[in-house]
């Protein structure tokens, strides 16, 4: 609402943009701005036409970003979850800089479905059951839960049965999954006829693994999060049964951009890195939620 905030903003003097202005009232046959005395106001047709022609040039900057991003083989702007960020890809990003030293790699750890051309993202990883419309879409494993704890804790509780007195923890990440895939589900597939209420509620997937990690309680643990520690021996999963959660984590991108070699390189080390802990699945009993473990 200001014609010399709008010349300083394009670098053209006011008399130009006015005469800019001008000439498309002119072509479309109605003013567009009233002025007034120390300012100007839209009107009715101006109104109309703003939000239309504001849409317009965002999508046309979208596309000059996106078409950029196609020249670029250096850089790589990845958003996924806070908790994935911080217990899966984190822990391993040394890996991927020492393979591909060229690539920058740059994270936006959120849970924000973000969009690819506004937001400038190379690659969205993502958790649920949806499909990645219109995207490329890769996904990577199935997603289970099971209970997890230290090796000290597991030693005090030994039992499914005596787990009933365990502390455990609650990771309300997980409560919009249907079926449910929380510990009512997993002591009925172990035939234990236990409904837990009272334990440490956490709305963060990854500060209810660190919490389990301290020694805290147990954690319904779900396979991207805890595979890691649990291969390393900081967590152990002594009854051998997990839930099947019937989501997965996706890897997506922008059609046709799947190939462009820093996303075909990040796209083959995650699945390199998840080869690399499948036993710790094989070792497991994977039960749908309202089954019994064998």
């Known amino acids: 609402m200001s014609f010399a905030?709008?010349?300083?903003?394009?670098?053209?003097?006011?008399?130009?943009?006015?005469?800019?202005?001008?000439?498309?009232?002119?072509?479309?046959?109605?003013?567009?701005?009233?002025?007034?005395?120390?300012?100007?106001?839209?009107?009715?047709?101006?109104?109309?036409?703003a939000p239309g022609v504001s849409d317009g040039f965002q999508t046309?900057?979208?596309?000059?970003?996106?078409?950029?991003?196609?020249?670029?083989?250096?850089?790589?702007?990845?958003?996924?979850?806070?908790?994935?960020?911080?217990?899966?890809?984190?822990?391993?990003?040394?890996?991927?800089?020492?393979?591909h030293p060229e690539v920058e790699?740059?994270?936006?750890?959120?849970?924000?479905?973000?969009?690819?051309?506004?937001?400038?993202?190379?690659?969205?990883?993502?958790?649920?059951?949806?499909?990645g419309d219109g995207l490329y879409c890769l996904p990577l494993t199935e997603e289970w839960v099971a209970p997890v704890m230290t090796p000290a804790l597991a030693a005090q509780f030994p039992t499914p049965q005596s787990l009933t007195e365990a502390p455990l923890i609650f990771d309300d990440s997980i409560d919009f999954l249907n079926p449910p895939c929380g510990w009512a589900e997993w002591f009925a597939a172990m035939g234990?006829?236990?409904?837990?209420?009272?334990?440490?509620?956490?709305?963060q997937a990854d500060h209810a693994v660190d919490a389990a990690l301290a020694g805290a309680g147990v954690v319904l643990g779900r396979r991207a999060l805890v595979v890691k520690d649990i291969d390393e021996g900081r967590l152990v999963t002594p009854y051998g049964v997990a839930l099947s959660t019937?989501?997965?984590?996706?890897?997506?991108?922008?059609?046709?951009?799947?190939?462009?070699?820093?996303?075909?390189?990040?796209?083959?080390?995650?699945?390199?890195e998840i080869d690399k802990t499948t036993h710790v699945t094989s070792r497991l009993q994977i039960v749908a939620p309202g089954e019994r473990a064998r």
């Not at 670098?11 to 046959?29: C, N, R």
């Not at 702007?77 to 990003?93: C, E, H, M, S």
């Not at 019937?246 to 390199?272: N, T, Y």
């Open 60 to 99: 046309l900057a979208n596309a000059w970003r996106s078409t950029q991003r196609l020249q670029d083989d250096q850089s790589l702007t990845v958003t996924a979850g806070p908790a994935f960020t911080a217990k899966w890809l984190a822990p391993r990003l040394y890996e991927f800089a020492q393979a």
């Open 105 to 131: 790699l740059r994270f936006s750890a959120a849970l924000r479905i973000m969009d690819f051309g506004r937001d400038a993202i190379d690659v969205a990883i993502r958790f649920g059951k949806e499909e």
């Open 246 to 272: 019937g989501a997965m984590f996706r890897f997506l991108c922008p059609e046709g951009s799947e190939d462009r070699p820093q996303v075909k390189a990040f796209r083959e080390w995650i699945l390199r």
């Open 5 to 49: 905030k709008a010349a300083d903003e394009l670098a053209v003097t006011p008399a130009a943009l006015s005469f800019q202005i001008k000439s498309l009232e002119e072509h479309l046959g109605a003013p567009l701005f009233r002025r007034l005395n120390r300012a100007v106001e839209l009107t009715e047709a101006g109104q109309t036409l």
């Open 192 to 203: 234990v006829d236990f409904d837990p209420k009272h334990g440490a509620h956490f709305s």
